[in-house]
């Protein structure tokens, strides 16, 4: 049972490039969210999907894109990325009520 | 719209004292509050959580916070830091209807002196 996994954990990429990062959980939930962790900023919401084939926009959402075709995974993409989406990255699922479980997270930089 | 503030960027205890870590927010109902931690590296872990009911609440790791309503505070505290507290702390809310999602404070790092 590994819980939620990030693919890649560290990524760079040059200006303009695409990528997309893997989000996996095994729980079984339905919830899941893409934050995005600066420095003296914590965690901004990017996406979030309440179920298969549903997504919604967060707080942060330009220059993103997501993918929710299973139960199992969320995808988050940037089809060309920019200094400024150089940040961390964390995916969640919502574990019960109101409780999140955060994945390992995605280190990205953008040079 | 909800937030959270955390006044404290950074705070230094020696290993043995008590801590107290801040955290103000703003909601407009009742909130469901979280406190997680995050070491170098590494993802968050939740340390504790209050829904409703006693306002005391414990957690993991020795931790403990208080919810007071009039205060509008969530502060975490702990009687006696080890040296592996060090890490960053974050206070969080969350929304009790609709997407559910967390709305963080901006962090404390705890370094803690031997």
């Known amino acids: 049972n590994a819980g939620v996994t990030q693919t890649p954990k560290f990524q760079v990429l040059k200006t303009g490039q695409s990528m997309t990062l893997q989000c996996a959980q095994d729980m079984n939930h339905n919830s899941m969210y893409w934050y995005r962790q600066d420095p003296g900023m914590g965690l901004r919401l990017i996406y979030y999907s309440a179920s298969e084939g549903t997504t919604d926009k967060g707080e942060v959402p330009n220059g993103y894109n997501v993918s929710r075709l299973n139960k199992r995974e969320f995808s988050l993409r940037l089809e060309s990325a920019a200094p400024s989406q150089t940040s961390v990255y964390f995916c969640?699922?919502?574990?019960?009520?109101?409780?999140?479980?955060f994945g390992p997270g995605t280190r990205l930089t953008v040079t | 719209a909800q937030s959270v503030t955390q006044p404290d960027i950074h705070i230094t205890v020696s290993e043995g004292a008590s801590l107290e870590l801040r955290c103000n927010y703003s909601y407009g109902a009742t909130p469901y509050l979280f406190w997680y931690v995050q070491s170098p590296g590494q993802g968050l872990q939740l340390l504790l959580k209050?829904?409703?009911?006693?306002?005391l609440v414990q957690g993991i790791k020795g931790f403990e916070a208080e919810f007071k309503r009039s205060q509008s505070s969530f502060n975490l505290r702990k009687p006696s830091v080890h040296w592996s507290d060090a890490a960053e702390y974050f206070c969080a809310v969350g929304a009790q209807t609709g997407r559910r999602a967390l709305t963080f404070g901006s962090g404390t790092r705890l370094q803690v002196q031997p």
């Open positions: 969640a699922t919502l574990l019960d009520i109101y409780e999140q479980y």
């Open positions: 209050y829904f409703s009911g006693d306002t």
